[in-house]
């Protein structure tokens, strides 16, 4: 991407290059999107795994009580849980990032319509 050229405010609030925000805003997402995915993955990887093992009759339900078959899905639950919290903060780092440019555009504007008055 190349860098567009602003007229110059005597604004020097800014210490960043504004592309490589953007490229870090946009890795945040893709590293959330990353982090999903691969806990969805481990997820139905360890139910795939349960499945056989019911299906083969490693486990019986009859000798389980019924708490314990109530836990079940709870472990499957808690096991997706990290991915679904990473992925939200990624989505909203990267939101965050593309707020501050946005404020930090602003303040440009403002300053240079102030500045031209």
Known sequence: MKM????????LGT?????A????ARL??????VFLGFYVYMTLIAV????????????????MPFI???SIPNS?????????????LMR???QILLIFLDVEDNSRRAARTQSGN
């Open 4 to 11: 567009r050229n602003y007229n110059k405010t005597g604004f």
């Open 15 to 19: 210490y960043f290059d504004r592309d």
């Open 21 to 24: 925000v953007i490229k870090l």
């Open 28 to 33: 945040a997402g893709i590293l959330g999107w």
């Open 48 to 63: 795939v795994q349960y499945m056989t093992f019911v299906l083969s009759g490693a486990i019986a339900f009859e000798t």
């Open 68 to 70: 314990d078959r109530l």
């Open 76 to 88: 499957f639950i808690q096991q997706l849980i990290p991915g679904v919290v990473y992925f939200i």
């Open 92 to 94: 909203a780092v990267e």
